[in-house]
């Protein structure tokens, strides 16, 4: 299983990206995403969850309001939109595939993408 992150670059202040995470794996489907990220000299943080068929939504209080994942199953692809960045989104966002709880199931992370805001 390979996990692939993208679409993040440098945005200014009150932007909005959205990011992309292919997935190599037939489970991809039936498998629960979810979306981290970790900011410089810090741990990773759980931002949100999307259940295999995209019926339950699940955030942190992170970025909850101003992010929304989705998932396009045809095409084994979530996202993660975040709108309203603010300079402390800054970090490296990662996906895997996670337990109803959000904790990360796939041992090999992908290298994630990384967002910097600032004008």
């Known amino acids: 299983v390979q996990l692939v992150e993208s679409g993040g670059g440098l945005v200014q202040p009150g932007g909005s990206l959205r990011l992309s995470c292919a997935a190599s794996a037939r489970t991809f489907s039936s498998s629960a995403v979810g979306w981290f990220r970790q900011a410089p000299g810090k741990g990773r943080d759980f931002v949100g969850r999307?259940?295999?068929?995209?019926?339950?939504?699940t955030y942190a209080e992170v970025l909850k309001g101003r992010c929304t994942i989705s998932r396009d199953k045809a095409k084994n692809l979530a996202y993660l939109e975040i709108k309203s960045l603010k300079p402390e989104d800054k970090a490296v966002y990662y996906c895997?595939?996670?337990?109803?709880?959000?904790?990360?199931?796939?041992?090999?992370w992908g290298q994630g993408t990384q967002v910097t805001v600032s004008s």
């Open positions: 999307i259940s295999p068929n995209g019926s339950i939504l």
């Open positions: 895997n595939f996670v337990d109803f709880r959000g904790r990360p199931t796939y041992n090999d």
